[in-house]
């Protein structure tokens, strides 16, 4: 559909609204509308105080990474209000976890014998959007940091899970501000994808704690664990300072780490091997993280 410039003034120009878009919302004169920039386009909307988006849920089984994956994708989805039916307490109690380790500013605002109502009550806002970003690498930076701590046998690291949690509330609340605001136009997808990488490889790091919650190692190859400690700092960096350079380092350091050192490490044969192999498959996939992540920066 286009439309022509009309001058306005000495430095205005106007366009019309089509007619059946404003009929369609019902907008009249001295109504309120949005316009958002992005990039080279504009996107005309209804005022944000428009109507909240809601959807329903039916949980009809007892797993909770169900239930929770159903709870966590409405929210990433964009929506306000969940209706959730249930048939018993415990679903009802993997619910409320899910509420509490997953989403950031939503609760239960009403609850009845088999239905509750989830809702959007203290919720950041789309601008605190960086701040919430860079709180995930924060966190990655903790787990990593002090699992090496634990290695070492200087801590006992035990709240690990705590540090795992937050890292999920702030990215599902980024991927939440993706979807429904449409932040970074074209390059969303770029966004999503690196931070569906970038929590694979700290799921690697959570799971070597629970590994070493079940058994005692006795690990020795710190140098080894360095590699995870760089690449990392590397990605990070990238990030921040939009640095081609960074990555490109990342890209050299994963073919000597994966196909050189762990390879020569791995035919040891003992236990330790489990933690290699966890801290192998995090660079892993930090490396494959700096894909997106070129994206984002061209």
């Not at 964009?78 to 619910?95: A, M, N, Q, R, T």
């Not at 960086?130 to 290695?151: C, G, P, W, Y």
Request: charged letters at 25%; aromatic letters at 12%; a positive charge.
């Amino acid at each position: 559909m286009k439309r022509r410039l009309v001058k306005q003034g000495t430095a205005t120009l106007m366009i019309s609204l089509p007619s059946k878009w404003i009929q369609a919302n019902n907008l009249n004169k001295g109504d309120e509308i949005d316009i958002e920039e992005l990039e080279n386009s504009l996107f005309i909307s209804q005022h944000s105080k428009s109507k909240k988006q809601s959807t329903i849920i039916n949980l009809t089984n007892l797993t909770e990474s169900s239930i929770r994956t159903s709870i966590v994708n409405a929210y990433r989805s964009g929506f306000d209000i969940i209706e959730v039916k249930f048939s018993s307490e415990k679903h009802y109690s993997i619910l409320s976890n899910t509420l509490q380790d997953y989403l950031l500013g939503f609760d239960i605002t009403k609850r009845e014998n088999n239905f509750c109502i989830i809702e959007n009550i203290t919720e950041p806002s789309e601008n605190q959007f960086d701040i919430i970003f860079n709180k995930i690498f924060l966190n990655i930076s903790t787990l990593i940091e002090n699992t090496e701590e634990r290695l070492r046998n200087k801590t006992k690291f035990s709240d690990y899970g705590h540090v795992v949690h937050m890292i999920h509330k702030y990215d599902n609340f980024c991927r939440r501000i993706i979807v429904k605001k449409n932040l970074f136009g074209s390059k969303s997808n770029l966004y999503w994808t690196f931070l569906s990488i970038l929590i694979h490889a700290q799921r690697e790091i959570y799971h070597l704690n629970k590994y070493l919650d079940k058994e005692k190692v006795n690990f020795n190859d710190f140098k080894y664990f360095d590699h995870l400690k760089k690449v990392f700092h590397l990605l990070k960096r990238g990030y921040e300072e939009k640095s081609f350079s960074k990555l490109e380092q990342i890209h050299e350091l994963e073919k000597q780490v994966i196909y050189k050192d762990y390879y020569s490490l791995i035919i040891k044969g003992k236990k330790e091997n489990i933690i290699l192999y966890h801290i192998t498959v995090a660079i892993k996939e930090l490396y494959l993280a700096s894909s997106p992540l070129i994206g984002i920066i061209l």
